[in-house]
């Protein structure tokens, strides 16, 4: 089931076509109304048994004529519709031709197609690049020395987690005879005790799916450090402008992105710009603002990733980047925590995890990984995998559907046996697009022994049972058939 890579770069996969913004449809009914108008008016201008001006007719045509005139009548006739089929087969032809040739850089399912054909191939899993470390993509500050130029930091504190700061603001309160206190369970259940006047996080699931949680590993501290307005005791709000960190040449290439991850609310009253600049010998010129927005990694209010692409704007002539934040938001969930920027080290996914490494591969994506190879099962017996692969959003809940412990699927012994953490991810020059997910799975006993096995054959009737199945607390009989 690969459609849902099948649409990258194809014009008006989402939408009716349309050109200089009329729908074709418009087009097609204005036409439809024209050539009506036209038939009835040849109609007219011909009506069957009419006189010609020349005189009366002088007899039946012959009948070779005639049957020359029906030929003729029925490939005119039919004409159209021939015509209609062909633009149609060529449009559906061009589209995925357009999509290859936007995609050239990147993925298209028409240009990996060929690309098996005529060579080895491994698909998508050829595009997607992975970021093993996001601490190998800290940047460098810069010096500064004008004053337009220094870092400015007014209400928003360096390397505190929010959720750290709701935690922490929680007042201590009597025991309930549970063993935890009211405050405990409270800051549990909302992240933050309800008599706060200040800053609040919401309760997992009430505001998106994305809850406010620790900072992802790797952000924080002097390499990559986070800033947060958030505020338990008051509506925070102020203003950073952090230092001047020097770009890349993977980032003025194209070949990486630039990363912010934010957690919060970007709204007008909580925006945040990235600026780029080139260095003289009078300080920083900034040759370019990009508004962070738009498309995530993940939905709010919790912690996720924006991408800038410099490829094709001014600010792929830049050498360095800086954010500007400004929180002028005074409701209680209008706080903004970022990390500064990174450019991420990237590797091929295919030299992660094909073809050794066993994976797990949701359904809709074995298609587009042919070179993955998935965890094997002996005896019984499964492997655990070391990867998880999955497709994108609008199919990962349906995937999860058959793989679920309720299904008897694999996920009921994996959750059991390991852990899952995903890994950042990009999907080569179109970096917000969503491919999927790769996660690691971490065994919670890295050093558990094999089980030995004792395998053997036997020949059994149809109805030999081997006894009875414990389900559920209670033992229940397989089969009456054997008693």
């Not at 729908?23 to 036409?31: D, E, F, P």
């Not at 935690?167 to 063993?179: D, F, K, V």
């Not at 609310?265 to 909580?270: A, D, G």
């Not at 927005?293 to 830049?318: E, I, K, N, V």
Request: net charge neutral; charged share 15%.
């Amino acid at each position: 089931a690969p459609w849902y890579v099948s649409q990258y770069g194809v014009p008006w996969y989402d939408k009716p076509p349309s050109i200089h913004g009329i729908q074709a449809s418009t087009l097609l009914i204005v036409g439809a109304v024209l050539a009506g108008l036209i038939a009835v008016i040849e109609g007219f201008r011909h009506e069957p048994g009419t006189v010609s001006p020349s005189g009366p007719p002088s007899g039946p045509p012959p009948q070779p004529q005639r049957r020359n005139g029906r030929r003729r009548a029925l490939l005119i006739g039919s004409a159209p519709l021939a015509v209609f089929c062909g633009l149609l087969v060529c449009a559906e032809v061009g589209a995925m031709a357009k999509a290859i040739v936007k995609q050239r850089h990147g993925y298209s399912m028409g240009a990996a197609n060929i690309a098996e054909i005529t060579g080895h191939n491994c698909n998508l899993t050829d595009a997607v690049l992975v970021e093993a470390d996001r601490r190998a993509g800290a940047l460098n500050p810069l010096r500064t020395k004008l004053l337009a130029d220094i870092p400015l930091q007014r209400g928003f504190d360096t390397n505190r987690s929010p959720l750290a700061q709701a935690l922490a603001s929680s007042p201590p309160a009597e025991s309930n005879g549970s063993g935890t206190s009211d405050a405990e369970q409270n800051s549990r259940a909302d992240g933050q005790a309800p008599s706060t006047r200040g800053d609040r996080i919401p309760k997992p699931g009430t505001d998106g799916s994305n809850p406010v949680d620790k900072p992802p590993i790797g952000l924080g501290g002097a390499e990559i450090p986070i800033w947060s307005s958030f505020s338990p005791d008051s509506p925070g709000t102020g203003i950073l402008r952090s230092t001047w960190y020097a770009l890349p040449a993977a980032a003025s290439q194209g070949t990486a992105p630039v990363v912010v991850s934010v957690a919060g609310k970007l709204s007008p009253t909580t925006p945040l710009i990235a600026e780029f600049a080139q260095r003289t010998d009078r300080g920083f010129r900034v040759v370019d603002h990009l508004q962070i927005g738009g498309r995530a990694t993940a939905d709010g209010p919790g912690w996720r990733d924006y991408r800038l692409g410099l490829a094709g704007r001014a600010s792929a002539q830049a050498d360095a980047v800086r954010v500007v934040a400004t929180d002028a938001d005074v409701t209680d969930d209008g706080w903004l925590a970022f990390s500064a920027p990174r450019v991420p080290v990237l590797s091929s996914l295919t030299d992660l995890v094909a073809p050794t490494p066993p994976v797990f591969l949701d359904w809709p994506v074995g298609f587009v990984h042919p070179c993955v190879r998935p965890f094997a099962i002996h005896n019984g017996i499964a492997e655990i995998p070391q990867y998880r692969l999955l497709p994108d959003k609008m199919l990962s809940d349906q995937s999860k559907a058959w793989s679920s412990a309720e299904a008897g699927g694999p996920l009921g012994w994996l959750q059991i046996l390991a852990t899952q953490q995903e890994v950042p991810t990009y999907l080569k020059e179109n970096w917000d697009t969503d491919w999927g997910k790769l996660m690691v799975i971490q065994p919670r006993v890295p050093d558990a022994e094999a089980p030995a096995l004792t395998t053997g054959t036997a020949v059994r009737s149809g109805w030999w049972s081997p006894g009875p199945l414990r389900s559920g607390g209670q033992t229940a009989e397989i089969s009456q058939l054997g008693r």
